[in-house]
């Protein structure tokens, strides 16, 4: 069972970059596909970014498309999301998750795919 733990989150300006990290805890990090969600007030929640076990498959959205970067670091049980040139449009609460999974050929985008999730951490850009 994996417990996750977000941080990174805060207020910065519209174009400018935060580093969201999410650390897990366990021994089994490396079997885990894991993904970056955000919901919005009043929207529901949507994916962001995913990327499989060994970090050589990522998914995006393709409203973070080319400004934001997934990576993970299995030695050390976290999975990071870059981004960069934000905009007010991206304030929302992201979450990590994780899912152990037997194939690393695909990564699932659906949140309801997720079975472990961090509880969250704020960002907002102000314009």
């Known amino acids: 069972q994996a417990q996750l733990v977000e941080s990174g989150g805060g207020l910065v300006q519209a174009g400018g970059s935060l580093r969201l990290s999410c650390a897990a805890s366990?021994?089994?990090?490396?079997?885990?596909?894991m993904g970056w969600f955000r919901q919005a007030p009043g929207k529901e929640r949507e994916f962001v970014a995913t990327i499989n076990q060994s970090g050589m498959i990522l998914n995006y959205a393709d409203s973070v498309k080319g400004r934001f970067t997934i990576s993970r670091d299995n030695a050390r049980n976290t999975v990071y999301l870059q981004m960069n040139s934000l905009k007010p449009e991206d304030t929302a609460v992201y979450s990590c998750?994780?899912?152990?999974?037997?194939?690393?050929?695909?990564?699932?985008?659906?949140?309801?795919?997720?079975?472990?999730w961090g509880q969250g951490t704020q960002v907002t850009v102000s314009s």
């Open positions: 366990g021994r089994t990090f490396s079997s885990y596909a």
């Open positions: 998750a994780a899912v152990a999974q037997d194939s690393s050929w695909f990564v699932p985008t659906r949140d309801h795919a997720y079975d472990y």
